[in-house]
């Protein structure tokens, strides 16, 4: 079964730092392409960050550029978003994404004081 587990969110004031982690099982991880995504309440999912399925190709959207690193481990099966210098607007639902239209059930990240 083609799965994505996502784990790492919480609650965290901000300027603080959490790191996410996706496990991924059912399909030959080294082979896709993932994406970090995260829908915050009333707007769109939006793209976070992407890695190659080798993992030395990174790109980042422009809002989380310097604060949030993504990576990738083809022997454990996992991706991770660390993630620092938190800010409230970063508050949002986090899914993983696998190339062929495979998502996460999500982990939600919340950032207050």
């Known amino acids: 079964q083609v799965q994505l587990v996502e784990s790492g969110g919480g609650l965290v004031q901000p300027g603080g730092s959490l790191r996410l982690s996706c496990a991924a099982s059912g399909f030959t991880f080294s082979s896709r392409s993932m994406k970090w995504y995260r829908q915050a309440p009333g707007k769109e999912r939006e793209l976070v960050a992407s890695i190659s399925n080798a993992g030395y190709s990174t790109s980042y959207a422009d809002f989380v550029k310097g604060r949030f690193t993504i990576s990738r481990d083809n022997v454990k099966n996992t991706m991770y978003l660390e993630m620092n210098s938190l800010k409230p607007e970063d508050t949002a639902v986090y899914y993983c994404?696998?190339?062929?239209?495979?998502w996460g059930q999500g982990t939600q990240v919340t950032v207050s004081s």
């Open positions: 994404y696998a190339l062929g239209n495979v």
